[in-house]
């Protein structure tokens, strides 16, 4: 079982449509991480959150929006998507962001597909 | 800036003969590298971090890598495969950014068991 939970499994969502991805840690990690994976592609990263604030963004479009409400939970807000943004998205955490000895631990990601 | 090459996209082996997956680096300071496995329709699990303390390093499920600086290569051996073996795996390397534990992933390797 993993220890990051991702809800939900799977998503369809319209262009116009808006919906939020959600994720949980409860391993007392102080950074989580947003990535996107495309088929038979290795992981891209999007976004990173330290402390519960915003410290990476990979240049990632406005149509995606990221939210830390506390140290346990990270949402991604999607609205106005492509059908090229369709994807695994994963999100992860570790203990620390700075520290070169913490792994992420991943989630197990939601399929996210736009129609 | 620092990244991971992996060569081959695809290994086939037999159950029960080795396997060596090939990883190698490029950095300008010291790297801290890492081996993921994925599965289907799943997020990815850490199998083993280099992070200086020892050249070889042993991981999960009998997986093993071996740090050589002169080569620059972090290659991931397995003395005898598994059915369960089957998946995914990437390389990955961390590159300090700010506050951000930024991992960058190799291309990765898919391999495939044949009974």
């Given at each position: 079982?993993?220890?990051?939970?991702?809800?939900?499994?799977?998503?369809?969502?319209?262009?116009?449509?808006?919906?939020?991805?959600?994720?949980?840690?409860?391993?007392?990690?102080?950074?989580m991480?947003?990535?996107?994976?495309?088929?038979?592609?290795?992981?891209e990263?999007?976004?990173?959150?330290?402390?519960?604030?915003?410290?990476?963004?990979?240049?990632?479009?406005?149509?995606?929006?990221?939210?830390?409400?506390?140290?346990?939970?990270?949402?991604?807000h999607?609205?106005?998507?492509?059908?090229?943004?369709s994807?695994?998205?994963?999100?992860?955490?570790?203990?620390?962001?700075?520290?070169?000895?913490?792994?992420?631990?991943?989630?197990?990601?939601?399929?996210?597909?736009?129609? | 800036?620092?990244?991971?090459?992996?060569?081959?996209?695809?290994?086939?082996?037999?159950?029960?003969?080795?396997?060596?997956?090939?990883?190698?680096?490029?950095?300008?300071?010291?790297?801290?590298?890492?081996?993921?496995?994925?599965?289907?329709?799943?997020?990815?699990?850490?199998?083993?971090?280099?992070?200086?303390?020892?050249?070889?390093?042993?991981?999960?499920?009998?997986?093993?890598?071996?740090?050589?600086?002169?080569?620059?290569?972090?290659?991931l051996t397995?003395?005898?495969?598994?059915?369960?073996?089957?998946?995914?795996?990437?390389?990955?390397?961390?590159?300090?950014?700010?506050?951000?534990?930024?991992?960058?992933?190799?291309?990765?390797?898919?391999?495939?068991?044949?009974?």
């Amino acid at each position: 079982d993993t220890e990051v939970t991702q809800t939900p499994k799977h998503l369809v969502m319209g262009m116009t449509n808006k919906k939020s991805l959600k994720c949980e840690q409860h391993m007392g990690h102080r950074a989580m991480y947003w990535y996107k994976q495309k088929a038979k592609k290795p992981p891209e990263l999007m976004f990173v959150y330290s402390y519960e604030k915003l410290s990476i963004n990979e240049s990632v479009p406005s149509r995606f929006s990221p939210e830390c409400p506390n140290s346990s939970l990270l949402n991604l807000h999607l609205h106005a998507l492509q059908p090229e943004d369709s994807a695994l998205y994963l999100c992860a955490s570790s203990q620390e962001s700075g520290g070169y000895n913490s792994p992420l631990h991943f989630g197990n990601g939601t399929r996210l597909t736009v129609t | 800036a620092q990244s991971v090459t992996q060569l081959g996209s695809h290994v086939s082996v037999s159950e029960g003969a080795l396997v060596l997956l090939r990883c190698n680096y490029s950095s300008s300071v010291p790297p801290y590298l890492f081996w993921y496995v994925q599965y289907p329709n799943q997020g990815l699990q850490l199998l083993l971090k280099y992070t200086s303390a020892a050249t070889l390093v042993k991981g999960i499920n009998g997986f093993e890598a071996e740090f050589k600086k002169s080569e620059t290569s972090f290659h991931l051996t397995k003395p005898s495969a598994h059915m369960s073996d089957a998946a995914e795996y990437f390389c990955a390397v961390t590159a300090f950014k700010a506050a951000g534990n930024k991992l960058t992933f190799g291309g990765g390797t898919r391999v495939l068991v044949k009974p």
